[in-house]
């Protein structure tokens, strides 16, 4: 009985310990390199229109490649916002976001979870354009 007792505690100790990750910010500069549109809408932007991505991701300095993206996201108001869901891919493991895309303004989307050194992943992603033609964009990972 003792053992169970032992056990049971070191279990409940592991459930709300905080995760490694916990506090952390990870800054990293995507590459819009292959982003793609297909009208499936009426023509033109419009709702229900799909954008694809898998693209570079660079550290904070824009300098060292540290991994890549892929994802889609759906229109859901032409000339406004997109709904997206992706996947940041890193050499410790991978960290998923979901949420809206605003056009010309920064966005904030939700950390839906990871794998690896990011098992259990929580928080938000601010998503910010290094430029008008939207070729390169800065996520800022803010993990609890």
Request: glycine fraction near 12%; hydrophobic fraction near 45%; charge should be negative.
């Amino acid at each position: 009985m003792l053992e169970s007792r032992g056990l049971g505690a070191a279990l409940a100790a592991f459930l709300i310990a905080p995760a490694a990750f916990a506090g952390q910010t990870l800054h990293v500069v995507e590459h819009a390199l292959t982003d793609a549109t297909l009208d499936l809408g009426a023509k033109g932007d419009s709702p229900g229109d799909l954008l694809t991505f898998a693209n570079p991701v660079f550290d904070a300095a824009n300098r060292r490649r540290v991994g890549a993206d892929q994802g889609y996201c759906i229109r859901v108001v032409a000339g406004r916002s997109w709904e997206c869901f992706w996947t940041l891919t890193l050499k410790t493991g991978q960290i998923t976001v979901e949420g809206p895309f605003r056009d010309g303004v920064d966005s904030v989307l939700a950390v839906t979870g990871g794998t690896g050194a990011y098992a259990g992943a929580r928080g938000s992603m601010k998503l910010h354009a290094r430029d008008a033609a939207g070729t390169s964009y800065d996520f800022t990972y803010d993990l609890l």
